[in-house]
């Protein structure tokens, strides 16, 4: 860390010398993994280039419609733009889309019928889709109200997916296997798409017509290929993480088989109506460029996740995935062992916000989850978890989930504020 920049953290932002030190030298350490990620940042940002130039983008892309949003010019060919950068046949990508869950739930719901089975291959799913499926708070418009049966199949011991206890799960009602990339609040690595394509094609050879549905949130621009570009039917995702680039107001995009895409639009619309309808309300320049930008701000969170696992791990932490583990996500759990330190480090990761910084984050029983969950997250955008962020629920083992940065320089302000208030609380020892 350079002097000027060294001296400007003490003096203005009151950061302890002992901190500076601890990531500073992290940083050194994990130099050369930085090098391999702006190779894939490289690759990824010529690629939507290169799909927004096939697409023909225009100034008149970026126009209002109004009423039902018939012949919306901008919603057609940012459809069209997300459907080539993820090699697929059709794609929905639309504000009305609330968040990730919300684009998950339309595809499960579009897709799944009354007597079809669902697997889920990476154990529990995220908090929120508890409900949804039926595991929590039973009735209320979930899959298993509607007769739409449930199975887990549990992860092996080091985080890959058991294919052979997958196998004997799978039924003659079976209709759709499923897999979150990202770790949500579990302990483990993020599925690569490498284990994705040995998966896919391990279903399909069992029976060609069951779907293979991807939860792709925290995942986008992780590696050189996405999901659908090694067999999965359909992938689904929030606009105010990766593919948003933190400028995307809100919204959500589903993509693959056109046939599953129509199916879904019926749930997302009406029957009959589907995708013809539905404003963008005048979002589709913001959507456009926070995609365009999206490569490198990825880049930039996986740096500040990975220089967050360095750290904390040289302090005697736990942390998942370790710096050197190939990665396919943003997010980096440390395992701090108290509700106390969990706390605390969040109310680092606020302090560290352009926006909200004199606000202290408490834990509350947000909507869709089972414990007390705490969230730090001075954004731009409300919630949007690829602008600097951090949240934990408040139950053992007390693991806190850090991710995004819209900059690398901004993340690394996150793992430096973060251990300041663990260092301040004397929770931490530095040597």
Same mark, same amino acid.
């Given at each position: ?34 090098? +391999? ?14 799909? !927004? ?17 018939? +012949? ?28 990730? @869950? ?43 109200? !509607? ?54 094609? !391990? ?17 986008? !621009?992780?590696? @050189?290929? %996405? ?48 995708? %013809? ?151 931490? @020892?530095?040597?």
């Amino acid at each position: 860390m350079q002097k000027n920049t060294s001296q400007l953290l003490k003096e203005s932002m009151g950061i302890h010398e002992k901190v500076i030190q601890a990531v500073s030298t992290a940083e050194n350490e994990v130099c050369e993994i930085f090098s +391999d990620l702006d190779d894939i940042m490289a690759f990824n940002q010529y690629k939507v280039l290169d799909v !927004f130039q096939k697409c023909r983008i225009s100034d008149m892309h970026f126009a209002w419609q109004t009423g039902y949003g018939y +012949d919306d010019q901008g919603r057609a060919a940012l459809e069209k733009v997300y459907s080539m950068l993820f090699k697929t046949e059709a794609a929905l990508v639309r504000p009305i889309i609330v968040n990730g @869950t919300h684009a998950l739930t339309l595809t499960l719901t579009g897709i799944l019928r009354p007597g079809d089975e669902m697997i889920y291959c990476t154990g529990r799913p995220y908090d929120t889709l508890e409900e949804v499926i039926g595991l929590r708070e039973e009735g209320r418009g979930s899959l298993k109200e !509607f007769g739409i049966s449930y199975k887990q199949v549990e992860l092996k011991e080091n985080g890959t997916i058991d294919l052979e206890s997958l196998r004997d799960a799978i039924s003659t009602k079976t209709r759709m296997v499923c897999v979150q990339r990202a770790t949500g609040y579990g302990w483990r690595k993020a599925i690569t798409i490498a284990e994705m394509e040995e998966w896919t094609n !391990f279903v399909k050879e069992i029976n060609p017509n069951i779907i293979c549905m991807v939860d792709n949130c925290y995942g986008e !621009f992780l590696d @050189t290929k %996405e999901p659908t570009e090694v067999g999965v039917d359909v992938i689904a995702g929030s606009l105010i993480k990766n593919p948003g680039g933190g400028l995307a107001l809100t919204g959500g995009y589903i993509a693959g088989r056109s046939d599953l895409i129509e199916s879904i639009s019926y749930r997302m619309t009406s029957p009959g109506i589907g995708g %013809e309808c539905g404003l963008t309300f005048g979002q589709t320049r913001t959507m456009m460029q926070g995609l365009f930008i999206a490569p490198k701000v990825v880049n930039g969170a996986v740096k500040g996740a990975i220089l967050c696992a360095k750290v904390f791990q040289n302090l005697g932490y736990e942390v998942c995935p370790k710096p050197d583990e190939k990665r396919s996500d943003i997010i980096e759990a440390v395992k701090l062992g108290t509700p106390e330190a969990v706390i605390a480090f969040c109310e680092g990761i606020q302090a560290a916000a352009p926006i909200d910084s004199h606000v202290k984050p408490v834990s509350w029983n947000m909507p869709g989850y089972a414990d007390p969950v705490i969230m730090a997250a001075g954004a731009f955008v409300q919630g949007s978890s690829i602008e600097l962020s951090a949240d934990a629920p408040i139950r053992p083992p007390y693991i806190a989930y850090f991710q995004g940065g819209l900059t690398y320089e901004h993340s690394k302000f996150g793992v430096i504020k973060a251990l300041q208030a663990l260092f301040d609380k004397e929770m931490v @020892t530095i040597i």
